[in-house]
Every structure is written in structure tokens, then in C-alpha cells.
């Protein structure tokens, strides 16, 4: 079975505090994706990366750095941590090349900064 | 520019009934790909279907199917005979396969919430 999983389902931070969430998947796929859920504002890109030590920007990166030193693993890494940055987190992979196959997202990671 | 609009903010339904969620989308792009996935309580989001920009049959699949037109750019989905369990958010998406470095990405729609009673 197909598998992205989340380092973390809920963590609880205090502001300025560096934050790393983590992602695995072992299908082997080149994308990797970060996104945030907010309530009403639905899912919005924050990064993504369709190679190892390869990253690109997306629509929110501002507060935000991400690594890929492997494959596998996609690392989603908040400097100094906001209360705004308080949110849901998703990790998605796929298959590289032009865009035709589908996302396989994890469970998400429920950040809350205080 | 590329964009997904989902007017439908939340959706009550009571078991049995049919429900369509509504989606239209813009791009420029002459090839594109558009999903929908949803999203259960559980929270991880699940693919429903693909459909590519020069295949306008609907699709059905079981309970579900999906209208795509291009006239109107839109691709609608619709619930027969509604089940609790299809209690969820659902999302639009969209794909543009010249999207260069953005190859890849997807552009969400803002989600609609589905609520089915028994």
C-alpha cells in the first residue's frame, strides 16, 4: 500500500521557536509537495521539489525553508514560528514529469504556535 | 492565470438524495488536467478522478460522476443517493502540463463541505 506519512500529527510550539516537519513516502516519486489548509482558503503551496536537493517556490513560501537530501524525504522547516503560521500542514508526493498523475497526500500535521 | 472556484461553501444533505458540487476553473493552457479529491475527518486527502482537457465523456463510477465542459469550463461532481459516509470536504484541482517548473502542481479550489444526515 502506497504510503506518505507525517513525522507528526499535532505539535504545540511557542513563537520564534525553529519547527521542522517531516515527510516520507515509498512510492519512489520525484515530486513533493507542502501545502497549508486554512479554513476557508482551502490548500495553498508553499513549496515543492521534483528532485533531491531540488526546491521551487510556491504561492506562500515567505517564513518558510524546505530540504530534500533525499529521494524520500521532504522536510518542511519554520525558522522562527509565528502564531500565523498556526495551521494545517499537508505533505503530497507524485510521480515526476509533466503533471498527468495524481497527488498521494499524508494525514497532515496540525501546527499550532502560541 | 490560472484559478479554481468551488461557490459552494458547505453542502446539507439528508441521506438518499443526490448532490452536485460545483467547480469552475481558468487557465490559459490548451492541456490541462483537472481532479477531485476528498478530503474524510480522518483528514489525509483522497484521489477521485483525473480528467484530461481533450476528454470531455463524463465519467461515472458507482454512485459518482462527473460532468466536464469545456464550454462553460467547468467539471461538476455529483453524489447519487447520498451516503453518510460521504460526509467530507471535496476539492476541485487543477493542473497545467506546461506549468514548466510548476510541473506537478496542483491549483485548489477552496474545498466544499459536504454534510449528509441520516
Known amino acids: 500500500d502506497v504510503k506518505v506519512t507525517q513525522s507528526s500529527r499535532y505539535l504545540v510550539k511557542r513563537t520564534g521557536e525553529k519547527v521542522f516537519l517531516e515527510c516520507v513516502q515509498d512510492?519512489?516519486?520525484?515530486?513533493m509537495f507542502w501545502y497549508r489548509q486554512d479554513p476557508g482558503l482551502g490548500l495553498r503551496l508553499i513549496y515543492f521539489s521534483y528532485d533531491v536537493k531540488m526546491k521551487e517556490k510556491g504561492d506562500i513560501p515567505e517564513g518558510y525553508s524546505v530540504s530534500r537530501e533525499k529521494k524520500e524525504r521532504f522536510s518542511l522547516i519554520l525558522e522562527s514560528a509565528s502564531t500565523n503560521q498556526t495551521s494545517m500542514y499537508l505533505c503530497?508526493?507524485?510521480?515526476?514529469?509533466?503533471?498527468?498523475?495524481?497527488?498521494?497526500f499524508g494525514e497532515g500535521s496540525r501546527l499550532t504556535v502560541l | 492565470a490560472q484559478k479554481v472556484t468551488q461557490a459552494q461553501t458547505e453542502i446539507s444533505v439528508v441521506e438518499k438524495e443526490d448532490v452536485t458540487l460545483d467547480c469552475v476553473y481558468e487557465t490559459r493552457d490548451t492541456t490541462y488536467y483537472l481532479f477531485w479529491y476528498k478530503q474524510p475527518p480522518s483528514g489525509e486527502l483522497v484521489f477521485l478522478i483525473r480528467?484530461?482537457?481533450?476528454?470531455?465523456q463524463n465519467e461515472i463510477s458507482g454512485r459518482y460522476s462527473w460532468n466536464f465542459q469545456k464550454s462553460t469550463s467547468s467539471f461538476n461532481f455529483t453524489i447519487t443517493a447520498s451516503q453518510v459516509v460521504d460526509s467530507a470536504v471535496y476539492f476541485c484541482a487543477l493542473s497545467e502540463a506546461s506549468g514548466g517548473g510548476s510541473q506537478g502542481n496542483l491549483i485548489f479550489g477552496k474545498g466544499t463541505k459536504l454534510s449528509v444526515k441520516p
Open positions: 512510492m519512489d516519486h520525484e515530486n
Open positions: 480528467r484530461n482537457s481533450f476528454d470531455e
Open positions: 503530497a508526493s507524485s510521480f515526476g514529469g509533466a503533471n498527468t498523475g495524481e497527488l498521494f
